[in-house]
């Protein structure tokens, strides 16, 4: 019996299964990205820390795509931004929202006539 043939197969297919989601590691990389921390001491704020893990566990849940966390990754500066005690995305990190929700938008359009909104979106100024 011939192996070839089946094994060539089975890498064809393991590639074309290939997660096009972002993993735990690259989640963790977003939400760090996306509200500046340069430091993990910075987590240890409890309230940076339920912002860190609330993006990640949004990373993780959300259809979000690599292309937002390379954005993200890409053009947030370091440096918490926080407003009237409140823990805010970078700009660079709310500009690459608003491409992924304008870019989700035309692949899965809204059932209303209304805008989709991304809840963590409307944080910001």
């Not at 921390?37 to 309230?47: H, I, K, S, V, Y």
């Amino acid at each position: 019996m011939r192996l070839a043939p089946y094994l060539a197969a089975a890498v064809a297919l393991a590639a074309a299964c290939q997660r096009r989601a972002p993993g735990p590691e690259e989640c963790q990389s977003f939400a760090a990205a996306a509200l500046g921390l340069n430091d993990a001491r910075m987590l240890e704020t409890p309230g940076v820390k339920e912002s860190f893990d609330q993006l990640v566990v949004h990373c993780l849940t959300t259809p979000f795509d690599r292309a937002l966390v390379r954005c993200v990754e890409e053009r947030s500066a370091p440096g918490l931004i926080v407003e009237r005690q409140r823990l805010l995305l970078t700009p660079g990190a709310r500009s690459c929202l608003a491409e992924f929700a304008r870019r989700r938008a035309e692949l899965e359009p809204a059932a209303s006539n209304e805008p989709q909104r991304l809840p963590w979106l409307d944080r910001g100024p």
